[in-house]
T-cell receptor, first 112, second 115 residues
């Protein structure tokens, strides 16, 4: 599995935007970039994914660098409920290898 | 609607005993995954089932671990002769395979403690 690198932890003030970086310099042309988050004492939940273009959904936005070697998850307005571990994961585009390779993730702390 | 459910939510066992952990995936999901998460760590892939294909067992840490999926639905993860290092949260996920999203829906996990 191609490797991703994230900060161990970040702090953000409530109601401010949060930018979570992820480096994936060994990404292949067929790898999707997936983001999951894990709230305390829960299983992970899907946040967003993308391939080449920037993506937006109700939870977040995903900005992908032009060379695809890095990406940034953007939470537009952090709330206390966004405090979680955020995982940046690469997933191959083809069937047959659908497991997710979770790293240690980025622990986001939201300060009231 | 019903999500992925797992049972038991907590399991305490003695070293050397066998345990069975159950996962009920979302109805209609063809893919089922088992992961485990040790304290303060990320998730570790264990095994993956897809339809009638042979499961991908490449993540199972030893031959004490096995899993089956009956009728393409419920799955059971069995750990024989448990060891203290098996203590972890065991998470199950299911998904509908698509070319891109392949969103995995996770259950709440089973916290296993081996004394």
């Amino acid at each position: 599995d191609a490797k991703t690198t994230q900060p161990n932890s970040m702090e953000s003030n409530e109601e401010e935007p949060v930018h979570l970086p992820c480096n994936h310099s060994t990404i292949s042309g067929t790898d999707y970039i997936h983001w999951y988050r894990q709230l305390p004492s829960q299983g992970p939940e899907y946040v967003i994914h993308g391939l080449t273009s920037n993506v937006n959904n109700r939870m977040a936005s995903l900005a992908i660098a032009e060379d695809r070697k890095s990406s940034t998850l953007i939470l537009h307005r952090a709330t206390l409920r966004d405090a979680a571990v955020y995982y940046c994961i690469l997933r191959a585009k083809y069937y047959g290898n659908n497991r997710l390779a979770f790293g240690k993730g980025n622990q986001v702390v939201v300060i009231p | 609607g019903a999500g992925v459910s797992q049972s038991p939510s907590n399991k305490v066992t003695e070293k050397g005993k066998d345990v069975e952990l159950r996962c009920d995936p979302i109805s209609g999901h063809t893919a089922l995954y088992w992961y485990r998460q040790s304290l303060g760590q990320g998730l570790e892939f264990l095994i993956y089932f897809q339809g009638n294909s042979a499961p991908d067992k490449s993540g199972l840490p030893s031959d004490r671990f096995s899993a089956e999926r009956t009728g393409g639905s419920v799955s059971t993860l069995t750990i024989q002769r448990t060891q203290q290092e098996d203590s972890a949260v065991y998470l199950c996920a299911s998904s509908l395979l698509t070319s891109g999203r392949n969103e995995q829906f996770f259950g709440p996990g089973t916290r296993l403690t081996v004394l």
